[in-house]
């Protein structure tokens, strides 16, 4: 498994996130409604969330180098993101993914999953950026032709 055999550190220094991001990318769960619901419900890690909007947006590791490869990854994610973000931590990351959710799928989240939101005592940046995560991912979905 990665987390025993690789080393990798990132510029932001946090080797034991990415090794376990690393795991998580290892063990992807389907792109399904029932991951979404259980990234909504907080039933997934960060990293197994993390690792499958990397994924969809094209990051790959390299073992052999130690490296991410950005080869599928869009220029503007790319340039900016020459590592794949932690979603959870960074919100100008989270920032640029809704921005990046085209216009006719920015109310999936609602529309489609009927997701009523969090009450007010939980708004808090770790479960809108998952929301936001998950609205993304919903976007791919659709893009995909699997709605």
């Known amino acids: 498994m990665f987390e025993h055999s690789i080393h990798v550190v990132t510029r932001q220094g946090k080797i034991s996130y990415v090794l376990n991001c690393l795991g998580a990318v290892e063990s992807l769960p389907p792109l399904t409604i029932e991951t ?4 909504l419900n907080q039933e997934l ?15 790959r590791f390299e073992p052999s180098t130690q490296t991410w490869q950005t ?23 989270t920032v640029q993914l809704t921005r990046s959710i085209p216009k006719p799928d920015k109310q999936l989240l ?3 999953l009927g997701f009523k939101g969090y009450s007010v005592d ?8 998952r929301a936001t995560m998950v609205s993304w ?9 699997l709605l």
């Open 36 to 39: 979404l619901w259980a990234t």
């Open 45 to 59: 890690p960060d990293e197994k969330v993390n690792a499958l909007v990397w994924h969809y947006l094209g990051y």
């Open 71 to 93: 080869d599928q990854v869009d220029s503007a994610w790319a340039e900016k993101y020459p590592e794949p973000p932690n979603f959870i931590e960074s919100r100008p990351a």
């Open 110 to 112: 609602k529309e489609y």
């Open 122 to 129: 939980q708004l808090i940046p770790r479960l809108t950026r």
């Open 137 to 145: 991912l919903l976007s791919q979905m659709n893009q995909q032709g």
